[in-house]
C-alpha cells in the first residue's frame, strides 16, 4: 500500500538555523499538507499546498516558513530561522483528488531546536 | 473558531472492556468527520469516517462511530478492547465547502489496555 514518506525523522538544530523537512507525498495525490504537534498538545494545521501554490495557511505559518514542490515528489517545508518554540513533531499529508478527502499521514519529523 | 474537543485525556481499560470515546465539534455547517489512531512509534491512521449517508461508520479492527448532528458529536465505540488498540486516538473534522479541507484535531485520547 502506497505511503507518505518523510525525512529526516529526527532533526536537531541550533535556534537561529534553518531547517528543511522534506515528504514524499502519495504519488497520484494532488492536494499536500503539513501539520505540527507540539509535545502534550494539539496537532495543528500549518498550510496546504495545490497545483504549485499554497491554497490555505494558518496564523502558525508566519514569514519564517514556506513550502515548496522542487520536483514531481518531493513536498518539502523551510523554517528559515528556527526559534525554540518551534520544537515539535511535523506531519506531512496528502489526499488524492478531492479536497476534504481523507488524508493520509506521514511519519512525522522530530524537530529539536536546541 | 471551529474547535474539537475530546473528553477524556487517559483512559485505562482491561481487555474486553467496552470502549467510548466521546467528541465534539463546534461548527454550524457540515463537516467531514474522522478518527484517526496513532500507535506507539507510529505515524495516524484512519480509523474510519463520516462524509454523509448512514450517521453509524464502521472502521477497521472492530470500531465504529456514530454522527448525531444535534449533539455536534462523533463518539469512538469498540465493544471490546484488546492489548493491541493501546495507542491515542484523535478525532478530527474538516468544513465541506470553502475550505481547502483542513483537518481540525482534538488534543487526543491515550488509551491504555491491561493485558
Known amino acids: 500500500e502506497p505511503e507518505v514518506t518523510q525525512t529526516p525523522s529526527h532533526q536537531v538544530t541550533q535556534m537561529g538555523q534553518e531547517v528543511i523537512l522534506r515528504c514524499v507525498p502519495i504519488?497520484?495525490?494532488?492536494?499536500f499538507y503539513w501539520y505540527r504537534q507540539i509535545l502534550g498538545q494539539k496537532v495543528e494545521f500549518l498550510v496546504s499546498?495545490?497545483?504549485?501554490?499554497?491554497?490555505?495557511k494558518s496564523e502558525i505559518f508566519d514569514d519564517q516558513f514556506s513550502v515548496e514542490r522542487p520536483d514531481g515528489s518531493n513536498f518539502t517545508l523551510k523554517i528559515r530561522s528556527t526559534k525554540l518554540e518551534d520544537s515539535a513533531m511535523y506531519f506531512c499529508?496528502?489526499?488524492?483528488?478531492?479536497?476534504?478527502?481523507?488524508?493520509?499521514f506521514g511519519p512525522g519529523t522530530r524537530l529539536t531546536v536546541l | 473558531a471551529q474547535s474539537v474537543s475530546q473528553h477524556n485525556h487517559h483512559v485505562i481499560l482491561s481487555e474486553a472492556a467496552s470502549l467510548e470515546l466521546g467528541c465534539n465539534y463546534s461548527?454550524?455547517?457540515?463537516?467531514?468527520l474522522f478518527w484517526y489512531v496513532q500507535y506507539p512509534g507510529q505515524h495516524l491512521q484512519l480509523l474510519l469516517k463520516?462524509?454523509?449517508?448512514?450517521?453509524l461508520v464502521k472502521g477497521i479492527k472492530g470500531f465504529e462511530a456514530e454522527f448525531i448532528k444535534s449533539k455536534f458529536s462523533f463518539n469512538l465505540r469498540k465493544p471490546s478492547v484488546q492489548w493491541s488498540d493501546t495507542a491515542e486516538y484523535f478525532c478530527?473534522?474538516?468544513?465541506?465547502?470553502?475550505?481547502?479541507?483542513?483537518?481540525?484535531f482534538g488534543k487526543g485520547t491515550k488509551l491504555s489496555v491491561k493485558p
Open positions: 499529508a496528502s489526499t488524492q483528488a478531492m479536497k476534504a478527502d481523507t488524508q493520509y
Open positions: 499546498f495545490y497545483n504549485n501554490e499554497i491554497s490555505e
Open positions: 463520516y462524509f454523509s449517508g448512514d450517521p
Open positions: 504519488s497520484n495525490h494532488l492536494y
Open positions: 461548527y454550524g455547517g457540515t463537516v467531514n
Open positions: 478530527a473534522v474538516n468544513k465541506v465547502g470553502g475550505s481547502q479541507g483542513n483537518l481540525i
